[in-house]
């Protein structure tokens, strides 16, 4: 098969529900939706519970909010519902166990009845000979009788695939191209455990048979046991899938792939989240998150590096996947950020402000929001608490109280004396404006600075640090009308109070 197959586009992504989304796995969920979406196919979500150790029942809840956080709907799957159900493997046993058997009977597949002591046992000895590792294919030609005993003996099995002891396979991959394994390395994988369960092996082959995708888009890490897969698909006579493998998120470094064990730091030594709803926590908004993870591995040409889903859409084509693994480039994500940001309407980033300043206690006047969110716009990176509360707090704070000494006098040259006259000069020259505008009280203060010999600059900075306490702020002439005549003149006495206490 390969990627002109005429078979109706369906696709799946697959994630096994063990912990919360990892930003690489958003990636490859995101190729596969715009596969789907472009071919005007079928995105379906399956989720691959079988490994019942790593199972986190909240892990199904926080992956379906990922992929609605960033416009990832899906046709059928857990919540929709769909033809080809039901799409959690835990609840189709039956079948795995049934294709598993057929396996078996139709000489592709064995059982094989070691205990886990006895191949411990073959491990170690494996190891003491430096030999050949893995399973010894010791039950792969039993005899009936044999066989019979061991079931006789109650003993637990597992089901393993019989592989080809030698010869090669050749496979066009959609994104990797063209791949090439040697069977003789490969081992009889297991396909059915003894509890009953499947292993990603069989569990995956039997639903994208049955549920008739037409293309496996998934992590290139899979692509060391495609042949497994293959040989499974060629056992059972099944259509194949076209394959491709996407390639890993790297850490920024180029080095490794990301994980949440050893997150990665960025050049100031803060954790670059890893997982999506940190992501998220971080203030990151989802437009941004889909055109940088688009962005990451595929190319939408004429240079074009900004452009919304639907271009993405039109465009979509798995043979504009780089093949190679991509470091992830936090500094762009920051950029498309800043990028998205800019471009919401200055209401739609006012009400996504509030609910920051709500949380922390603020009572939010959404006129001054409204009037704060165009200054704002500019300077944001990221829709954090942290930073909400950095450019936005001190307006909305009911008592606003005079910042520590070190915070007024942060960047001043002079003495407290010398910086308590300058703020007095400050508030006489505004108490006497006319109108409490932008224009006119620039032009005071320029003027102010001058008379008391001090640079506008540093003379600003003395303003900024008694009328917000913060370092970095909207434009200073924008924000005094916001504060508000009264309460900035408030804001410079008191603060030059206490520089003189
Ligand atoms: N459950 C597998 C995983 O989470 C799915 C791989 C696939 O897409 O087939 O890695």
């Not at 959690?88 to 000489?107: I, K, M, P, T």
């Not at 019989?162 to 081992?187: C, H, N, S, T, W």
């Not at 739609?348 to 001054?368: C, H, K, M, Q, T």
């Amino acid at each position: 098969m390969t990627a002109t197959s005429p078979r109706p586009v369906r696709v799946r992504f697959a994630p096994s529900p063990t912990g919360s989304l990892h930003i690489g796995g958003l990636r490859t969920a995101l190729y596969n939706w715009l596969f789907a979406r472009h071919h005007d196919g079928v995105f379906v979500l399956r989720i691959e519970d079988t490994d019942q150790k790593r199972y986190d029942p909240q892990a199904l809840r926080v992956l379906m909010e990922s992929l609605r956080w960033a416009g990832l709907d899906w046709d059928e799957g857990p919540e929709v519902g769909g033809g080809y159900g039901p799409y959690v493997q835990s609840e189709r046993l039956g079948l795995y166990q049934r294709w598993a058997n057929w396996l078996v009977e139709n000489g592709h597949a064995y059982p094989a009845y070691e205990t886990p002591e006895e191949l411990e046992q073959m491990r170690k000895e494996q190891e003491a000979g430096g030999g050949k590792r893995g399973y010894n294919r010791a039950h792969r030609d039993l005899m009936p009788d044999q066989r019979a005993a061991f079931e006789a003996e109650g003993r637990p099995k597992v089901i393993r695939l019989k592989m080809p002891l030698e010869g090669e396979m050749l496979v066009q991959d959609a994104i990797q191209g063209e791949v090439r394994f040697d069977y003789g390395v490969l081992q009889d994988m297991v396909l059915l455990k003894a509890d009953g369960f499947p292993t990603y092996h069989l569990a995956h082959v039997v639903d994208d048979h049955f549920m008739a995708i037409s293309h496996v888009i998934r992590a290139v890490e899979w692509l060391s046991s495609l042949p497994v897969h293959w040989q499974l698909w060629q056992a059972f006579g099944w259509e194949i899938p076209t394959y491709a493998h996407v390639p890993v998120m790297l850490n920024p470094n180029g080095k490794g792939k990301m994980s949440k064990r050893n997150p990665p730091r960025d050049a100031h030594g803060n954790i670059i989240p890893v997982l999506v709803h940190d992501y998220i926590a971080a203030g990151y908004l989802s437009e941004a998150a889909f055109n940088f993870l688009a962005n990451n591995s595929w190319n939408f040409g004429d240079d074009q590096e900004v452009y919304t889903p639907q271009e993405a859409v039109a465009r979509f084509d798995l043979t504009g996947i780089n093949p190679t693994n991509a470091a992830l480039q936090i500094d762009k994500l920051d950029w498309y950020n800043g990028v998205y940001i800019r471009r919401l309407d200055p209401l739609d980033l006012a009400r996504r402000l509030r609910p920051f300043l709500e949380s922390a206690g603020y009572e939010v006047n959404v006129d001054l929001l409204s009037a704060l969110a165009p200054l704002l716009q500019p300077r944001l990176k990221r829709l954090s608490a942290e930073e909400v509360m950095a450019y936005a707090g001190f307006l909305f704070a009911e008592d606003f109280p005079p910042p520590p000494r070190e915070v007024l006098l942060k960047g001043f040259k002079g003495d407290a004396a010398t910086a308590g006259t300058a703020l007095r000069s400050a508030g006489e020259a505004l108490a006497g404006l006319a109108a409490f505008d932008a224009a006119q009280i620039e032009g005071v203060l320029r003027a102010a600075a001058e008379a008391l010999g001090m640079k506008p600059k540093e003379f600003f900075s003395l303003l900024r640090n008694a009328l917000t306490g913060q370092e970095v702020t909207p434009p200073l002439f924008d924000t005094l009308p916001l504060i508000g005549r009264d309460e900035s003149l408030r804001r410079l006495a008191e603060a030059a109070a206490a520089l003189a206490g």
